[in-house]
T-cell receptor, first 112, second 111 residues
């Protein structure tokens, strides 16, 4: 089955700087890669997603890049703000399969 | 209107009891899921139903039994609760292999 590794497990960034979280996946048949943000005590919320026919996607301060050859994808947050502090999860699913395999999460702390 | 709603929000119970968690979505999605998030925050799929049919059934003790009366509802019944069942259980829904939207979670504490 699919295996997703996520790094780093914790990340502290000065407000206004950029943050990058990286994930690798094992199954080359994976074609859907969402990112979720989970604030303390809240539900995971989808913030951006990408499919394997696209190399990069951007939504305001958030971007995701995908390297299919290397089987890794990354989340980039620019101009970080205190409200970006949360746990971020990457995930992957294989073509035609609804099952999402999640990474182990990255706790991002924005230092004011 | 909450898109994916689950009840109860908190559940505190004794070992050995049986409990149920309910989930409903009003997004018109055809696929619903149960996830377990443990104390280390790992999110793991347990079950998934597509149009009332079980399509994902991970390695979960058979004390856990999902039921989907229709494609807008997915319930989770847990028999003979154990300490290790303490976790947050999330329901989610999607349209096929699409974006999954999560409910607010049910925090289960087994004493």
């Amino acid at each position: 089955g699919e295996n997703v590794e996520q790094h780093p497990s914790t990340l502290s960034v000065q407000e206004g700087d950029s943050a990058v979280i990286k994930c690798t996946y094992s199954d080359s048949a994976s074609n859907y890669f969402p990112w979720y943000k989970q604030e303390l005590g809240k539900r995971p919320q989808l913030i951006i997603d990408i499919r394997s026919n696209v190399g990069e996607k951007k939504d305001q301060r958030i971007a995701v890049t995908l390297n299919k050859t290397a089987k890794h994808f990354s989340l980039h947050i620019t101009e970080t703000q205190p409200e970006d502090s949360a746990v971020y999860f990457c995930a992957a699913s294989i073509f035609g399969n609804e099952k999402l395999t999640f990474g182990t999460g990255t706790r991002l702390t924005i230092i004011p | 209107d909450t898109a994916v709603s689950q009840t109860p929000k908190y559940l505190v119970t004794q070992m050995g009891n049986d409990k149920s968690i309910k989930c409903e979505q009003n997004l018109g999605h055809d696929t619903m899921y149960w996830y377990k998030q443990d104390s280390k925050k790992f999110l793991k799929i347990m079950f998934s139903y597509n149009n009332k049919e079980l399509i994902i059934n991970e390695t979960v003790p058979n004390r856990f039994s999902p039921k989907s009366p229709d494609k807008a509802h997915l319930n989770l019944h847990i028999n003979s609760l154990e300490l290790g069942d303490s976790a947050v259980y999330f329901c989610a829904s999607s349209r096929g292999q699409g974006r999954q939207y999560f409910g607010a979670g049910t925090r289960l504490s087994v004493l």
